[in-house]
């Protein structure tokens, strides 16, 4: 098992930065590749950015160039930096692991955090 808790979000204007952080425990979190989701009120989940267990990213187009994702091994710490937020930006962010594959897939995802909310007002 890895449990997953996300913190650092909360409400910020239009332009402003966040940075989130998920802290893992339980099982190695070197072992796992780890990613960003959010979801918005009547949306689907969607993936932000992930991050292989070597250190690849990918992002998605929405957010390529204004988030950046990065793990600390030694702290078993996923983050998400997100800086000229924009209000379509505005959605609970879920931690995600994945063991075998990239997260970019909820259907790929061996565990979740309870998510994080961010709103970014305009």
């Known amino acids: 098992q890895v449990q997953l808790v996300e913190s650092g979000g909360g409400l910020v204007q239009a332009g402003g930065s966040l940075r989130l952080s998920c802290a893992a425990s339980?099982?190695?979190?070197?072992?796992?590749?780890m990613g960003w989701f959010r979801q918005a009120p009547g949306k689907e989940r969607e993936s932000v950015a992930a991050i292989s267990r070597n250190g690849g990213t990918t992002y998605a187009g929405s957010v390529k160039g204004r988030f950046t994702i990065s793990r600390d091994n030694a702290k078993s710490t996923l983050y998400l930096q997100m800086n000229s937020l924009k209000p379509e930006d505005t959605a609970a962010y879920y931690c995600a692991a994945s063991r075998l594959v990239l997260p970019t897939q909820v259907g790929s995802i061996d565990y979740w955090g309870k998510g994080t909310l961010v709103t970014v007002s305009s």
């Open positions: 339980g099982r190695t979190f070197n072992n796992y590749n």
